[in-house]
């Protein structure tokens, strides 16, 4: 702008330079986007009369935890049918901002709007995409097959072992296991995780917990597979065929954080938007890393946060739902992959305590067909209304079965493996209110009308744990005058055992010696310091234990089918449950089968105490293969095994030829043994070779020094005769020693 004066003013407003002003106050213009619109498809077809009804369920219902939709953001293209006018099932809507449209691409793709009736969301931007592709077909360049290492490859090991995960220190490293030799490392890495290490239920992958989140590893090469950003990630779980993974974190979410730790160049990599701002619980497709849903922290009836358990969700065996109790009167269950709610609502369930699902898939006895998935959960008494375990079918919401319960104090699920017995384990209290006792409440689910059995003991049960085997319903229990729990220090440790008994309970089937049919008892055994029940993964074997107790640490190998005699002559199979070790590890504090049944692995970890850390191999008859202390040792893991492809029929038939595979297998473990040894020799011949030629290199050395020495004047010191050396010693004994007293 000029400078004016009185002299020189304008003549008129026109005439007015504000060039300079318009520079310094100038708005940069904005690029014209559609980013923040999206295209919604296959929504129902309505009359105008009924377009503002289904914008507001839209707005109101659908895509409200997205984001904002502006004032006027819905456009339903409609056309004229017979003189009505009708939309055509399409919808353009427009957000406030792009990430919000991203946002409702995420959550509302697949959202089932109505029965049978998938919305599908996608980018407006897309459209244009679309209709500038050329009408002439090119085919995209053939990429390069990459061969990718398969997950499952140390099943194929020569010598069939298994592998374990060890985290001692700073270091997680993972193992072949060995029996008459010390175990094989196969891969070791410092700090390589933060917290601690985690197996998919499978074995196909390691999980290791970063602040940023948590990686996958597997491979012959443990090579990194997929990263899920979860900051300050606490828990992990995964869906039972591994497809699924749930991430928990201490902390909510925040999209800012997550943005800054990735850095603006790897801002597309933020997998959250601002629906997902505060939750705490993250869903993944864990096969292509993609964030799937995210919720909100539980929170009880007052609005506080609800006290819950890990896993927050549990799956249901065909990975199809997934459930959660919210705030304490209803079980949310989820579809999976649509993330959706089933039927758009809870399951009530007033006052709820626990639910779980049914292990496995149920098929009709006749048909073949496979049943619907069974979900039980039990309530509280409440007023004059008894306590309740109940049986639900999935997704029709059908009550298959219901059991009224009373005086009830506590109570437990506990589904038998193959899912067709599910025990209710209750804590009553006595007519007094001074005593409990415990009762337990079978459901055989696997028949029809799903008949109940009731097995009542005197005292009450601490643990119960059933034999993992298919068709032998046979179950441990662990019971005690004193329920009162031992007192405990900071780290979980117990200060002394409380007296327990073991029982064993068989399920007899009505025949010719069985009258009635139900549960029996086998055997009692009394006064142990039992904590923990472990049956071998193929039953037949259980360790009682008695873990992290500061002044008892026994364990006990028990064969459930061992004295056939004793128990033929008796007539009570009881009898022949035969004791095959007794044994102790100080400090134990974990216990472990292996997938095979084979051996056991128990540790002592520095998480809980300092003294003696490390971890014992035994086998499955009690016997110490190996012992390992280690400084800082923290944690010990056998890799899982995927389910077995054998049929139950193929399985006989092995059991049958087990005396022939018997003698190959002692073959190999007489081979791996000797070429131990001849590793050994040879190792012994290498360093005997070294030394010697080590010898002959000094002894040139000096020959050719005494020579370069003797040239420049030095005389050499005579050499001795060689002559015998006669070498005289001298030895002074007493023969006689003698004391007298003077005056």
Known sequence: MSVYTFENLPASEEEIDYSDLERKFAIPEQEETLENVVVVDNLPVVDSSKEEKLIKVLKNKVFKKSGKVKENGFHM????????????????????TAEQ????????????????????????????????????????????????????????????????????????SVWWNETAQPAEKIKGRQNWTESYVQWSPLGSYMCTFHRQGLVLWGGPSWSKLMRFVHLNIKSADFSPSERYLVTLAADPIDVEAVSALLGPENAHQNPYSAADQGNSVCIWDAHTGTLLRSFAPPVAKDGSPAKTTWPQFKWSPSEKYFARMTHETSISIYQAPSMALLDKKSLATPDIQDFSWC?????????????????????????NLPARASLVSIPDRTLVRTKNLFNVFAA??????????????VQRFTKSKKSRFTNLEIFRTGERDVPVDVVELKDSAVAFDWEPTEDNFRFAILHTDDPTPPQTNSSGIAMAAVKTNVSFYSFERKGKLVKKEGFRLLNTLNNKSTTSLKWSPHGRYIILATLRTMTTCTLEFYDTDFDHSAANKSGNPGDAVTMLASTEHYGITDLEWDPTGRY???????????????????????????????????????????????????????RKDLKTYAREFDEIDERKLHAADAQLMTQRRRLVSEWETWREQVGEFLDKETEDAVADGYKLPIAADNEDLVVEEIVEEIVEEKEEVIG
Request: net charge negative; with cysteine.
């Open 77 to 96: 293209p409609k056309t004229d049918v017979k003189g009505v006018e009708k939309t055509k099932g399409y919808a353009f809507v427009e957000f406030e």
């Open 101 to 172: 449209a991203q946002a409702a691409i995420r959550n509302v793709n697949g959202f089932e709007f109505e029965k049978s009736r998938f919305l599908l969301v996608n980018p407006f931007m897309d459209v244009e995409k679309y209709v500038e592709v050329d009408d002439e077909y090119r085919a995209p360049p053939a990429e390069p097959y990459v061969e990718r290492e398969h997950l499952r490859s140390w099943l194929a090991d020569e010598y069939g072992r298994d592998q374990f995960a060890l985290y001692a220190d700073q270091e997680l």
């Open 359 to 383: 292990p496995r898939v149920l098929t009709d006895p006749r048909t073949g067909a496979a049943r619907p998935e069974l979900l039980a959960y039990w309530t509280p008494e409440e007023g």
């Open 412 to 425: 437990a699920l506990h589904w038998h493996p193959s899912g067709k017995m599910l025990c209710v384990r």
């Open 600 to 654: 056991v692995m128990t540790s002592a970890s520095s998480w809980r105490h300092s003294m003696e850390n490390g971890y014992i191999l035994w086998d499955f008859k009690g016997q110490m293969l190996h012992k390992v202390m280690l400084e800082r040792f923290k944690q010990i893991l056998w890799r899982p095994r995927p389910h077995s492809l054998l049929t139950e029929e193929q399985k006989r038939q092995v």
